[in-house]
């Protein structure tokens, strides 16, 4: 099994700037989540999908930020425009049911 | 409050002792706890999950739950130069099987040959 894969796994952009974070999901898994993870703030939720649909955004921190997921083994995490205080590493997980199996992350970093 | 609180640590221990992590959590109707391992510049591991009241164990991990406290522990007996990382400790709220985790800050564990 492939694991949780995402890409890229280091962005390097200016403010201002798009920035398009890519997650494939373990084959089989119906749910998927989005983490940001800070030294200031720790590891939190961006929003999760179950089969394909949105279930809680609440932590999206912002419009700039957007998430979909099209099918069951692709999902994206769009900021637009990026900011410097959006550097942070971001982790994607997907889960059968109850345990939660992350991906290797995407370390973002806005100048 | 927060919703699941952890110490940051730095915990340390001896190469070969037992190392105790701790978790509490806010949500009394929460049913399902999990940890999980972060090395330096790595993703989180599940390491171990608990759903009842008692201990599971698995090689040189036992997961402690104890709903009336409030309260999930992490043992790691033998411990090893290996284990030094970062032990986050996961609650799902409510009695959903589906739906987010919360996450403490996790506790940094050292363990010193």
């Known amino acids: 099994d492939a694991g949780v894969i995402q890409s890229p796994r280091h962005e390097v952009t200016e403010m201002g700037q798009e920035v398009t974070l890519r997650c494939k999901p373990i084959?089989?898994?119906?749910?998927l989540f989005w983490y940001r993870q800070t030294m200031m703030r720790g590891l939190e939720l961006l929003i999760y999908f179950n089969n394909n649909v949105p279930i809680d955004d609440s932590g999206m921190p912002e419009d700039r930020f957007s998430a979909k997921m099209p099918n069951a083994s692709f999902s994206t995490l769009k900021i637009q425009p990026s900011e410097p205080r959006d550097s942070a590493v971001y982790f994607c997980?997907?889960?059968?049911?109850?345990?939660?199996?992350f991906g290797p992350g995407t370390r973002l970093t806005v100048l | 409050q927060k919703e699941v609180e952890q110490n940051s640590g730095p915990l340390s221990v001896p190469e070969g002792a037992i190392a105790s992590l701790n978790c509490t959590y806010s949500d009394r109707g929460s049913q399902s706890f999990f940890w999980y391992r972060q090395y330096s510049g790595k993703s989180p591991e599940l390491i171990m999950s608990?759903?009842?009241?008692g201990d599971k164990e698995d090689g040189r991990f036992t997961a402690q739950l104890n709903k009336a406290s409030q309260y999930v522990s992490l043992l790691i007996r033998d411990s090893q130069p290996s284990d030094s990382a970062t032990y986050l400790c996961?609650?799902?709220?409510?009695?959903?099987?589906?739906?987010?985790?919360?996450f403490g800050q996790g506790t940094t564990l050292q363990v010193k040959p």
């Open positions: 084959s089989g898994h119906n749910s």
């Open positions: 997980a997907s889960s059968p049911k109850n345990e939660q199996f």
């Open positions: 996961a609650v799902r709220l409510g009695s959903s099987n589906t739906g987010k985790l919360i």
């Open positions: 608990i759903y009842s009241n």
